[in-house]
């Protein structure tokens, strides 16, 4: 009986810039929403910094004011946008 062989499966790792989460979560073209959905996937392994988190907060914050939404408004509209359209593929 011959052995199995082993398939070893490499992750890719990429840190999530704030302007690649944002751009992913207003619009379903481009790049950054491929990396967003891969991340979801499971494709693609993310990982992030104290100082991006900060990042991210001041952005989130930015964009709702610009959109005049609470800050739990436009987080809340993101991700449904982006669980909705996952759950259309």
């Known amino acids: 009986m011959s052995p199995v062989p082993r398939?070893?499966?490499v992750v890719?790792?990429?840190v999530l810039y704030t302007n690649v989460i944002i751009a992913g979560l207003y619009s379903r073209n481009g790049a950054s929403f491929r990396i967003i959905k891969a991340t979801l996937n499971k494709?693609?392994?993310y990982a992030i910094?104290?100082?991006?988190?900060?990042?991210y907060?001041?952005?989130i914050e930015?964009?709702?004011?610009k959109n005049?939404?609470?800050i739990n408004q436009y987080?809340?509209?993101s991700l449904t946008k982006t669980v909705a359209y996952n759950e259309a593929l």
């Open 62 to 65: 930015r964009e709702a004011k």
């Open 68 to 70: 005049h939404l609470s």
């Open 7 to 9: 398939v070893t499966v």
């Open 43 to 45: 494709k693609l392994e």
């Open 49 to 55: 910094s104290p100082l991006v988190v900060l990042e």
């Open 75 to 77: 987080i809340l509209y």
């Open 57 to 59: 907060i001041d952005k």
């Open 12 to 14: 890719q790792r990429v």
